[in-house]
């Protein structure tokens, strides 16, 4: 596999953190070095680690993985896109303690979300006697560059007054939105 391959591949694969990046950086507003790299570090090494855990799963287990990986992820994505929207109707302000997305189960929970389809890459690449260690290595790169790169658009997003307002509830639908085009790509909607 050419270098310019794994690149495409490895840029193809980052949307998604790209994208729920974004929906961080509109949720913290104001994003600090310490967000910036542990959400970037965090979906890196899982985009990273995935294609190495499906690469030695091999294809034993590739029909039983891929019949449900995409319903994983779109219930992590609503779980946690439904707790931000949840949260932008919250009238009591408790919710901000909760609130970002760099820390604990939601940054877990988000992690695996955005890299399951790297999972099935790497039994993709097994089937074809492809290493993985290089191609994992340039894809969770691309993917921590950017989530900083989606951090720091959705910073300047949600300063924004008219729509910082709505941030958290911006962010949700994101995140759903992303969960729905994942069954989507998976052919759930083949019967409408």
Known sequence: ??????????????????????????????VSFRQGFRLAWHFGLFQAMMPVIGWGAGLSFRSFIESYDHWVAFCLLLFV???????????????????????????VILSIATSIDALALGLSLSILNISIWMPAVIIGIVAGLF?????????KIGTSS????????????????????????????SFI
């Open 162 to 189: 008219k729509l910082g307002c709505y941030a958290d509830f911006a962010g949700g639908i994101i995140l759903i939105g992303i969960g729905v085009k994942i069954l989507h790509e998976h052919g759930v909607f």
């Open 1 to 30: 596999m050419s270098l310019i391959s794994i690149i495409g591949i490895a840029v193809a694969l980052a949307m998604d953190a790209f994208a729920v990046s974004i929906a961080a950086g509109v949720t913290l507003k104001k």
């Open 81 to 107: 896109g439904g707790k931000m929207i949840k949260e932008a109707f919250d009238q009591n302000g408790d919710a901000t303690e909760n609130k970002d997305p760099t820390k604990g189960m939601t940054m």
């Open 147 to 155: 989530t900083i790169a989606g951090m720091q658009l959705g910073k």
